[in-house]
């Protein structure tokens, strides 16, 4: 009896062992995590240099995911990109605006996501990024430089009205203040595109955080931040196998 239930208690630790190393494992389903680009719609293959990258998409131009055209197409309130306009609930405010240019930027030119990158069943795109951890200071300045703008939902992603060719608000839906949908900075980052980012308690020059903003004569920073992830991850994979290798061996030698 007691064999019995020690071996039932060992399955159980494998299950819970493999569950746990295959959400793991999701986070990239490829090996490599650094130096790499989204498998998504308007990114390259490959990182490299791009002299010729657009404004607020210039900080990557030694090294980008994004095409000079993708970076020119960035910069407008409607672009071939997505279609999608900024001004669906009025002109949305300058310093609102140069946010979510930044917030292109980092998500079509950074070849510094690999960390976060995960598979997605979309039709524009088979991978997408997953809790990128913000600075908190990127993110507290983006929800204060919009608190003046307006828009009709938290969610950005999904839920709009396309059958005009961009984004309108969908029926019922009210044009409110930025802080009416996102009451945080938390809220603003963590929810407008579907977590994609999740913000962090480090700050900027940490070396733990992405920044969307950074001086490119400087370096970029998140070079350092994804590699630190990376190894983080690639550390945590044999110790999620070794509960299911140990139960294994003890069943082994229990019968």
């Not at 507290?140 to 009205?161: A, F, I, M, P, V």
């Not at 308690?201 to 950074?214: D, E, K, P, V």
Request: hydrophobic fraction near 35%.
């Amino acid at each position: 009896m007691a064999q019995r239930i020690t071996i039932q208690l060992l399955l159980l630790l494998a299950w819970v062992a493999a569950v746990g190393g295959a959400r793991t494992l999701t986070v990239r389903a490829r090996t490599e995590l650094l130096n790499v680009c989204m498998d998504a719609k308007h990114h390259k293959e490959k990182p490299g240099p791009e002299d010729k990258l657009h404004e607020q998409c210039r900080p990557w131009r030694k090294n980008a995911c994004c095409s000079t055209n993708t970076s020119q197409e960035a910069h407008k309130d409607v672009s071939y990109l997505y279609n999608f306009d900024w001004n669906h609930c009025g002109e949305m405010a300058p310093a609102c605006r140069r946010h979510f240019i930044q917030d292109t930027c980092l998500y079509e030119c950074s070849p510094n996501l690999g960390p976060w990158i995960q598979q997605v069943d979309q039709s524009w795109r088979k991978e997408r990024v997953l809790d990128v951890p913000l600075c908190k200071e990127d993110c507290e300045q983006w929800w204060k430089d919009c608190s003046t703008s307006y828009t009709c939902k938290s969610n950005w992603h999904k839920g709009w009205n396309w059958t005009s060719g961009s984004n309108k608000c969908p029926a019922g839906a009210a044009c409110l203040s930025f802080h009416f949908y996102f009451p945080t900075p938390t809220d603003l980052c963590n929810e407008i595109w579907s977590h994609s980012y999740k913000v962090s308690n480090y700050r900027r020059g940490s070396g733990r955080c992405i920044q969307m903003w950074f001086d490119p004569a400087q370096g970029n920073p998140n070079e350092e931040v994804a590699r630190f992830y990376a190894a983080a991850m690639s550390g945590a994979g044999p110790w999620a196998a070794c509960p299911v290798l140990l139960s294994l061996g003890l069943l082994w030698l229990l019968s």
